[in-house]
């Protein structure tokens, strides 16, 4: 089977690890950047075209899929634009700053034919996996309540080092940029949100970004099951805890550490979760640390999916759904 072609818009820091995970699964095709040296530099580094303007790159026939590594608030544009021009698409996260945007994307994806794949690499995470098993095997009973800690570090170099991180237009907010991967395994692992109640506040990063840097969120899920969300960047000095606790009737369970990789509290009726693989480290960017690094297990989806054989891990409709919910507490504070 002829491998499949992709091509990179974005060539930033997350480009980097989609570029190694393409050469392993797939075949890295292009590149492209408004940034000339950013994209010849990935471009030469694995001997393929770089492009400035995303048209030419778009106009490059060698590719079938694009994942669209640029900033928030262009995710809509690139991932129509690749579409319209014949290529399946691999969305960062998240899909993009308003239901209304993942619309469209959704819609040409189905107009043009093409599959739509969104990043949401912490499903992959071993214990979040075993998680989800449970409550779909039914061995947490009825679901309670849940409750996702968000406390990392994000410092002012973080954002100044950045043209587009802590904007309003391009990044959107903390619950966009840094935690729309917990508000999506809400929504995978409990369900939707039918009522959300928030205060936010930015105490630490005035002048430095444009929204909140800390946030309180209290939810009530379609289920009936009851919803607090912590959330903050600034623990001092570096990251302190990504985590979600579940309680249901017939257990409690959570899943911490600082990027929901370790299984740290479990107590079931029934089974308990047995020895679990280590997984992969987080995404280490020298000054800082992200989720988990899956994005291994996002490739392998992709080309599976592409050769026919099993369904999108996370897809348009689903991506969508994490920014509705994120549009709701936003809502609710008065955004
Ligand atoms: N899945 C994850 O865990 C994860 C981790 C980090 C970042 N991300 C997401 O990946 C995306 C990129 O983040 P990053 O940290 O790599 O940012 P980055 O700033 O390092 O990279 C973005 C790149 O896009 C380029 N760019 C901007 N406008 C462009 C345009 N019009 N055409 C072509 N290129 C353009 C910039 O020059 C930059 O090189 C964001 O959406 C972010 O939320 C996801």
Redesign the pocket.
Known sequence: MDKIRVGI?????????HAKHIEEQAQLAAV????PD??KDLGTKYDVPSF???AD?LAYEGMDVVA?????G??T??TIASLNAGFHVLC???MALSSTDCEEMIKTAESSNKRLFI????RFNPAVEAVKQKIDAGDLGKIFSVQPNCFWNRNFDYYRK????GTKK??GGTL??QF??FIDLLYWMVGDIEEASAMIQNYAHEGVIEFEDTGVVALKFMNGVLGTINYTVNSYAKNMEGSITIFGEKGSVKVGGQYLNKLEYQSFEGEPIGELSEGNPA?E?GEYQ????N?DK?YENLTAVLNGEGSIATNGLEGLKTVEIIEKIYKSANV
């Open positions: 818009i974005g060539c930033g820091r997350i480009a980097q690890r492209c950047d408004v940034i950013r994209a400035q303007r995303v790159f669209v590594c640029s900033p928030n262009l995710h544009e690139h960062e996260k998240p990043v949401k690499q912490n950045s043209d587009w991180k391009l990044d966009y940029t729309s991967h995404n960017y992200g989720s988990m690094s994005h996002v």
